[in-house]
C-alpha cells in the first residue's frame, strides 16, 4: 500500500510542473530531503522518483515562456566554481572510479539547486520551500522524539536506509539544521494552532536528534541552540523551549546515554573518536601534497597507510 500511495502522489502532481516549473521544484526536494520512497518495501523503494521529477521540471522551464534569468549574486558565483573545482578535481582524484560514480550524483543535485535559484523567484515560493524542507526532516524528528521517549531512550533513531541521512550522525545533523528552519515558520505563522504544532515539533526534533546517541549531536545542538537562542526576537519562550527539551531529555535517556556522551572529554580513548581525528589529518596532508586534493571517495585504506 505504501509503495501504491507514495506513486499515486508523485504522479499525480506531475501534471502541475507543466505549467509550473516550480512545483516541480517543491516536489523535487520532498523527494531529495524525506526520501518517501524509501518508507515502503516494495518496488517504489528503488523507482527513479526523483529523476523522472528533475527532467519532467527542466523540460517544462525550458519551454516555459518565464523569463529565464540568473540571480547573480556572489553566493552562486562561488558555488558555480565550487562545482566546476570540483568536476576538475574528480579528473585526478585517488580512487577514480568511486569518484566518478559520486560525482555522477552531486552534479545532478548541484543542477536543481541552480534550477531553484532560477525558478523560484517569488517570495511566497521560497516560504513554500523551506514548509517542504522543514516538514520533510521535521517528520523523522517528531517520529524520532516520540520513539525515543516511548523507548526511553534505549534505541538509536536512525533515518531511513540508503539515503544520505541513512545513519544516526547524518540524521541527528539534518534535525540539528531543521531546527533554525522551524522556527522561522513558527515565527511566521499566525495561527494559533499550527504555531503550536510548530513549536512541539521543535521539541521533539531536538529529542530525537539526542535520541541519535550522535556525540556530535549534542555539540552541535548545544552550539545551534545558543546561537537560536542569541538571534531570537523572544529570548524568553525560545528558552522555554529549550528547557522543555532538556527536561525530557534529562528524564529520559538511560545511564548508556550519559555514559557514552561522557567520552566526549576522553576521546583519546575512543576508537570512534581517535579515527574521525585521523581522517582529518589525512585529509590535510592529502591537501599539502595534491593540489587537486584527494577527490570523492578517498577514504580507502591505501590512502591512510600513504
Known amino acids: 500500500m505504501r509503495d501504491l500511495f507514495v506513486t499515486g502522489v508523485i504522479f499525480s502532481l506531475i501534471p502541475f510542473i507543466f505549467k509550473r516549473p516550480w512545483v516541480g521544484i517543491l516536489l523535487w526536494s520532498w523527494l531529495g530531503y524525506m526520501n518517501p520512497h524509501r518508507l515502503a518495501w516494495g518496488f517504489a523503494y528503488d523507482f527513479p522518483f526523483a529523476m523522472i521529477v528533475g527532467l519532467v521540471t527542466i523540460a517544462s522551464f525550458v519551454f516555459s515562456k518565464e523569463k529565464k534569468e540568473m540571480v547573480w549574486t556572489w553566493e552562486i558565483v562561488i558555488l558555480l566554481i565550487f ?3 570540483m568536476f576538475f578535481t574528480t579528473f585526478f582524484a585517488v580512487n577514480p572510479v568511486w569518484a566518478w560514480f ?3 550524483k552531486v552534479w545532478k543535485i548541484q543542477l536543481m539547486v541552480i534550477l531553484t535559484v ?3 523567484k517569488e517570495r511566497q515560493h521560497l516560504h513554500w520551500l523551506v514548509w517542504v524542507i522543514a516538514l520533510s526532516l521535521g517528520f523523522y524528528g517528531v517520529k ?4 525515543t521517549i516511548v523507548n526511553g531512550g534505549s534505541y538509536r ?3 531511513p536506509g540508503g539515503t544520505f541521512i541513512g545513519g544516526n550522525n547524518e540524521i541527528a545533523l539534518a534535525m540539528v539544521m531543521a531546527i533554525p528552519l522551524i522556527r522561522y515558520l513558527h515565527l511566521q505563522e499566525t ?3 499550527i504555531k503550536i504544532g510548530l513549536a512541539s515539533a521543535m521539541v521533539l526534533t531536538g529529542v530525537s536528534a539526542i535520541g541519535t546517541q ?3 549531536a549534542l555539540v552541535a545542538m548545544a552550539a545551534m541552540g545558543l546561537f537560536l537562542w542569541f538571534k531570537s526576537r523572544n529570548k524568553f519562550f525560545t528558552a522555554i523551549y529549550m528547557a522543555v527539551a532538556v527536561a525530557i531529555m534529562a528524564a529520559i535517556m538511560p545511564q548508556e546515554w ?4 561522557g567520552t566526549i572529554q576522553t576521546y583519546q580513548e575512543d576508537k570512534s573518536a581517535t579515527g574521525r581525528i585521523n581522517a582529518w589529518h589525512t585529509a590535510f596532508n592529502v591537501a599539502k601534497d595534491r593540489v587537486t586534493g584527494g577527490g570523492f571517495e578517498m577514504w580507502i585504506p591505501q590512502i591512510f597507510r600513504q
Open 144 to 147: 524520532g522524539g516520540i520513539f
Open 118 to 120: 532560477l525558478i523560484l
Open 83 to 85: 562545482v566546476g573545482w
Open 157 to 159: 533513531v536512525q533515518g
Open 214 to 216: 550522535s556525540r556530535g
Open 258 to 261: 550519559y555514559d557514552r556522551m
Open 102 to 104: 559520486q560525482w555522477d
Open 191 to 193: 495561527r494559533k494552532w
